[in-house]
């Protein structure tokens, strides 16, 4: 299980910047409100319906996603979607503001293993931002792009005084999408309790397909956990 990776995927972040703080979009408070404290806005870019206040990317089998009004005030976020070669489902300005936190929570089956992944592209914050996944703390800077398995326990803590702000995209999974996370330099592996071993090895194999030292590391790295999980009979 991939636990996170930081992925190669550059943006006009000082456009990004400069249209948020100039943006008319109504920030809508989040709606989950017993997972955390303080103020926690939400922008929707691309929701189920096309609907700015639906904040929850949450298809429930009744419309399909679809840009919102808001969409043509962030010309920087329409560039980046349309490098995107995976389909996009919803695309939001999460604002975490100064002094607020959110509690330790798992968003359920949103994980790459399970066909959606989640991307984070940080366009404002501060070191005073403490975001963990599980108990390791993974420090998001403003213009990366961090897949993040959300279906791992996870928590946020802005500590310091300006808002952290981010971009935060749902896709679909496909072999783009998968090649771009399974060969990230900066990546980090969950040993499961079974381990399938068709999945292990198609990864091993696209690793290999690269042709690199980053991801012939990673591969050897798969590589070893099978071979952990074989002498443990874990693999499935």
């Not at 709606?31 to 303080?38: A, E, L, M, T, V």
């Not at 103020?39 to 996603?65: A, C, H």
């Not at 931002?129 to 420090?139: D, K, L, N, P």
């Amino acid at each position: 299980m991939i636990r996170y990776a930081k992925l190669l995927l550059p943006f006009d972040l000082k456009a990004m910047q400069t249209e948020i703080l100039g943006t008319g979009s109504e920030w809508q408070p989040h709606i989950n409100k017993y997972h955390y404290s303080g103020s926690w806005t939400v922008i929707s870019l691309r929701s189920p319906g096309g609907s700015y206040k639906n904040i929850i990317p949450d298809l429930l089998g009744e419309n399909d996603f679809m840009d919102t009004i808001y969409m043509d005030q962030f010309p920087s976020v329409k560039k980046l979607l349309q490098k995107l070669n995976c389909p996009v489902m919803s695309a939001r300005f999460l604002n975490l503001q100064a002094g607020a936190i959110i509690k330790q929570h798992t968003d359920n089956e949103l994980a790459f293993e399970k066909g959606e992944a989640r991307l984070h592209f940080p366009v404002f914050t501060n070191p005073g931002v403490e975001f963990y996944s599980e108990e390791e703390r993974i420090y998001l800077q403003e213009g990366e792009c961090w897949y993040l398995n959300a279906n791992l326990p996870h928590r946020v803590a802005n500590k310091g005084n300006t808002d952290r702000i981010h971009l935060v995209v749902d896709c679909k999974v496909n072999n783009w999408l998968k090649d771009l996370i399974v060969s990230s330099g900066q990546a980090a592996f969950k040993p499961e309790g079974e381990v399938n071993k068709n999945d292990l090895l198609n990864m091993i194999r696209n690793l290999r397909d690269h042709h690199s030292e980053t991801s012939d590391k990673l591969a050897d790295k798969l590589e070893q956990q099978l071979k952990q999980a074989t002498m443990d009979h874990n693999v499935i």
